[in-house]
């Protein structure tokens, strides 16, 4: 039987209408949650991403500030332009897209953000709250994650949860939210000897890894549940995840698309923490 699909995109609406009636009411109390993202350079794909958040801030009735600046503006510039937007009380959220061009550190820039509104959850201190158990802002695609698991009504406690992939950015920070919620986790990564010994014993899949195709039917054990972080191009041209879906879908209980599935929740999780940041503000 195949497997049953958690939609992302219909997820993404419903919170994105909740998140939208929340701001309504900070709005009748005077506050209105503002979003600055900063883009440096001319890169494609950022550009698109970039649009996609100031819409959803739109949507949802934020106010955002788009700030767009050329590849040769200097690391110097780039931090005056974060200092300025940690003092600016209209806004509740700063997001410098990565990457940025080669002659910045992009460490430097994230840890420059105030840590109240680091709403990528990037931030040393949010890694650490993470960590720990605080709380803090949770990383947008790992936090979508976690709300796919839940839209399902999946008890995490005592589950086994693979993930594949070690970013700071995705793999390192879901292992830590499916340990707070009581999974077993075992991370895996480009060293790991023997990748299908380990997915083969798991009853959550997350691949997270940027390589298409690279869970395989074979590799999953029957009814487990399997989210698909990748976005990659397959020979045509076409969107396709780090899971084969197709061979997958017949072997796992639950599986998201790629595109339609975690890709929505991960800007609808940075309007939730942009909301979070305003609300505590």
Known sequence: MSAQLIDGIALSR?????????????KERGVTPGLAVILVGDDPASAVYVRNKVKACAE??????LETWPASMSEAQLLARVAALNEDPSIHGILVQLPLPAHMDAHKVIEAISPGKDVDGFHVASAGALMTGLPGFWPC???GCMKML???HYDLRGKHAVVIGRSNIVGKP???MLLQKSATVTICHSATANLKAMT????????????????TADMVKP???????GMNRDDQGKLCGDVDFASVREVASWITP???GVGPMTITMLMANTLDAAERA
Do not use: C
């Open 200 to 215: 083969l014993q798991a009853d959550v899949i997350v691949a997270a890894v940027g390589k298409r195709h690279l869970l």
């Open 60 to 65: 949802t009735g934020m106010h955002s500030v």
């Open 141 to 143: 695609t790992p936090y």
């Open 14 to 26: 419903q919170i994105r209408a909740d998140v939208a009636a929340r701001v309504q009411a900070l």
């Open 150 to 152: 839940e839209s399902i």
């Open 223 to 229: 009814g487990a549940v399997v989210l698909d972080v």
């Open 174 to 176: 879901m292992a830590m």
């Open 258 to 260: 790629v595109p339609g």
